[in-house]
């Protein structure tokens, strides 16, 4: 079944009053002649006229002769750089799953490894998506290392972060050849820490590096004149000190927005403060919106238009039904993705405002995308790690049905990144 958003081409025809068509009759034609040649020339522009409404006219074909190629929008589905990735179908390709990685990669945290933790249905392993228009690159480990050669790759935000960072060693893991040139730079294992991790590829002197700021900004102590009930404050005007290690960044993904809700902030007594100031009435979603304008502030000072390659990736969907994660929630009888786009979800109210300030910043130079992820991982309800989480995981504990299972989605997630650095010209070497 084809799903896709409708979006027709709009248009407009415009009148040029100052370009006007002149005929020219010799002045020997008589008054019959002149009415006749006005004729014929009325019968071939109606015909041009007509043909135009009734059929798809290509604007450069012979009957247009030119003159509508003035008028008409070009049909944008011809380039491939106006292709959006971001809408399509998934289509089953048995194929699909022979290419990719599997949960043998070292570098996968157990509970990304759903086989490994029980699930037998290994379906959802083998759809693959397709764009409207236009057809993803095929992901070229090999090309993406050597692009990136002498370079550092920065993964930032949560942990539904996270799980795309280890997929994106996982793919990149499968252009080297000896997997033990690839570590941890500081010996720490792959662990769920708060911290942040920096896989090296030493054959291509490349670092993959992920950072765990849910919020981007500063979460912090209440100030001392704070009203006792602020149990702490989220400094909108004030971003993670690890921001200071993402300079000289290559390419920069950050992600933001699953901790932005009340239950995580306000309902737990973590307020907004901008300043010295704590507002007790701001809602989270204008201090989302705020601390957006944080971060759009620090790229543009501190980032290289002509080096860095920076990515804000939408929403990732969460499938719990029946409930909330806590509240009986559940994903473990989904074995295929959703056929039926009535039951997606709207447009996160997030996404609007991310995808609003990557536009604005668009124009200050900056290699700038918004990666939207969104629409096509709300189909892959049958994708979560649902009930088959690592060992270990007390019984009866709250189904997954956030983050995803690697391989997996996050793998697509990870083409549409390698497609639009193609196609914004990133390196093929740092000298």
């Known amino acids: 079944m084809d799903l896709q958003?409708?979006?027709?081409?709009?248009?407009?025809?415009?009148?040029?009053?100052?370009?006007?068509?002149?005929?020219?009759?010799?002045?020997?034609?008589?008054?019959?002649?002149?009415?006749?040649?006005?004729?014929?020339?009325?019968?071939?522009?109606?015909?041009?006229?007509?043909?135009?409404?009734?059929?798809?006219?290509?604007?450069q074909s012979l009957l247009g002769i030119s003159i509508l190629?003035?008028?008409?929008?070009?049909?944008?589905?011809?380039?491939?750089?106006?292709?959006?990735?971001?809408?399509?179908?998934?289509?089953?390709?048995e194929s699909y799953a022979l290419d990719q990685y599997n949960e043998n990669c070292p570098f996968l945290d157990p509970g990304f490894r759903c086989r490994q933790s029980g699930r037998r249905d290994l379906d959802y392993r083998k759809w693959r998506w397709q764009p409207h228009?236009?057809?993803?690159?095929?992901?070229?480990?090999?090309?993406?290392?050597?692009?990136?050669?002498?370079?550092?790759?920065?993964?930032a935000g949560d942990s539904i972060g996270r799980n795309q960072w280890e997929s994106m060693i996982c793919m990149l893991a499968q252009g080297i050849t000896n997997i033990s040139t690839i570590y941890?730079?500081?010996?720490?294992?792959?662990?769920?820490?708060r911290g942040f991790l920096s896989m090296k590829f030493h054959e291509y002197n490349l670092t993959v590096?992920?950072?765990?700021?849910?919020?981007?900004?500063?979460?912090?102590?209440?100030?001392?004149?704070?009203?006792?009930?602020?149990?702490?404050?989220?400094?909108?005007?004030?971003?993670?000190?690890?921001?200071?290690?993402?300079?000289?960044?290559d390419i920069l993904i950050f992600n933001d927005g699953h901790w932005w809700n009340e239950d995580k902030t306000v309902n737990m007594g973590i307020h907004f403060q901008e300043g010295t100031t704590v507002n007790m009435t701001m809602n989270?979603?204008?201090?989302f919106q705020r601390s957006l304008n944080t971060w759009a502030s620090w790229v543009i000072q501190n980032t290289k238009p002509d080096k860095s390659h920076i990515f804000f990736r939408s929403f990732s969907p969460v499938h719990y039904r029946d409930g909330a994660w806590n509240a009986g929630g559940h994903c473990h009888t989904s074995t295929a993705p959703e056929t039926d786009y009535t039951k997606l979800e709207k447009e996160p109210i997030n996404n609007i405002f991310i995808s609003e300030v990557v536009a604005q910043m668009q124009n200050t130079r900056?290699?700038?995308?918004?990666?939207?992820?969104?629409?096509?991982?709300?189909?892959?309800k049958d994708g979560h790690p649902s009930e088959h989480r690592e060992p270990g995981t007390p019984v009866g504990a709250p189904q997954d049905c956030s983050h995803w299972c690697l391989p997996g989605v996050p793998d697509t997630w990870n083409e549409l990144l390698y497609a639009h650095l193609l196609l914004n010209g990133f390196r093929t070497k740092l000298k």
């Not at 005929?23 to 034609?29: A, D, G, I, M, T």
């Not at 006749?36 to 059929?55: E, P, T």
């Not at 057809?135 to 550092?152: H, I, K, T, V």
């Not at 989270?284 to 201090?287: D, G, L």
Request: proline residues 6%.
């Open 69 to 93: 190629s003035k008028i008409l929008p070009k049909n944008s589905e011809n380039s491939s750089k106006a292709c959006d990735y971001s809408y399509g179908k998934w289509v089953w390709d």
């Open 284 to 287: 989270v979603v204008e201090a």
């Open 366 to 380: 900056r290699n700038m995308t918004f990666l939207n992820i969104t629409y096509l991982s709300e189909y892959r």
């Open 5 to 59: 958003p409708v979006s027709p081409h709009q248009q407009q025809n415009t009148t040029n009053n100052n370009n006007k068509l002149f005929f020219f009759f010799p002045l020997k034609f008589a008054n019959k002649d002149i009415s006749h040649a006005l004729f014929f020339v009325f019968l071939l522009f109606s015909s041009i006229f007509f043909y135009n409404l009734l059929s798809p006219l290509d604007p």
């Open 133 to 155: 228009g236009c057809d993803l690159p095929r992901f070229n480990a090999e090309d993406f290392l050597e692009r990136s050669r002498n370079g550092r790759i920065v993964f």
């Open 184 to 193: 941890e730079e500081f010996g720490n294992p792959i662990t769920k820490h």
């Open 209 to 249: 590096e992920y950072y765990r700021v849910p919020f981007l900004v500063v979460v912090d102590r209440p100030p001392a004149n704070a009203s006792k009930e602020v149990r702490g404050v989220i400094r909108l005007d004030k971003l993670h000190w690890y921001f200071t290690k993402w300079i000289d960044a």
